[in-house]
């Protein structure tokens, strides 16, 4: 969980399994609660449960700074098509005050399902070729 938080934290935005998203969340929203407190006793945890000062600096400066008078929810999860590998559901788990990224300017956005399909059609293309 400290490296996943540490890669939320320095870049904003991951895609990882929907689970460990789900579970990076409980991890990590109270980190950012501490970060609004910004006293040192709440630096000192937050050092303790991430390990790294850079990644502990920006959650306090910038992160904190974002989250605002917000009571909680710092991040949302957003599910994505499953892994072709072994079916395991992805996610992008980001913080909530990120700006959504969009997926083709002004085009129609493909559900899961059709996700699925094309991904599947792609994938028995493939095996005819070799």
């Excluded at 609004?36 to 991430?50: E, I, M, N, T, V």
């Excluded at 559901?89 to 399902?113: H, L, R, S």
């Amino acid at each position: 969980m400290k490296n996943l938080a540490s890669a939320l934290i320095d870049h904003g935005r991951i895609f990882t399994t929907e689970v460990k998203a789900k579970q990076l969340r409980a991890y990590v929203e109270p980190l950012v609660t501490l970060a609004r407190a910004g006293d040192q006793h709440s630096r000192r945890l937050a050092f303790s449960r991430l390990g790294h000062k850079e990644i502990v600096t920006k959650l306090f400066s910038e992160i904190a700074g974002r989250a605002g008078d917000r009571p909680g929810g710092y991040t949302r999860v957003i599910k994505d098509v499953p892994r072709a590998g072994d079916g395991a559901m992805m996610a992008y788990i980001e913080f909530v005050d990120q700006a959504p990224a969009a997926e083709g300017d002004g085009e129609k956005k493909e559900t899961m399902e059709q996700k699925l399909r094309r991904r599947k059609r792609e994938a028995q293309k493939s095996r005819r070729r070799g």
